[in-house]
């Protein structure tokens, strides 16, 4: 994964997956338990974390309450928008 692109493409699907209630087990610890290179990707990781204790889900085995999701949508647009 050097395409600094790609990692863009990775990290922006597994949001998109979280926000959709698609994501696999183990699929957000495997794209956010190792820190990026990128700034921008290792603040949305750090960030990532905090989300459920912040705010926690509504719905039982969600990973976050909706609050956190609007948090997990932006940084979608954000990284869509830097991928042009």
Do not use: K
Not at 8 to 15: A, F, K, P, Y
Not at 25 to 36: G, L
Request: aromatic content about 8%; some cysteine.
């Amino acid at each position: 994964m050097d395409d600094p692109g790609s990692l863009i493409t990775d990290v922006r699907n597994t949001l998109q997956r979280i926000v959709d209630d698609t994501e696999g087990v183990y699929e957000i610890d495997d794209c956010f338990s190792v820190a990026f290179n990128d700034a921008r990707l290792e603040n949305i990781r750090r960030q990532l974390w905090t989300l459920p204790d912040d705010f926690p889900p509504e719905t039982e085995g969600r990973f976050c309450g909706q609050a956190g999701m609007d948090i997990i949508r932006g940084w979608i647009q954000d990284l869509s928008a830097r991928r042009g």
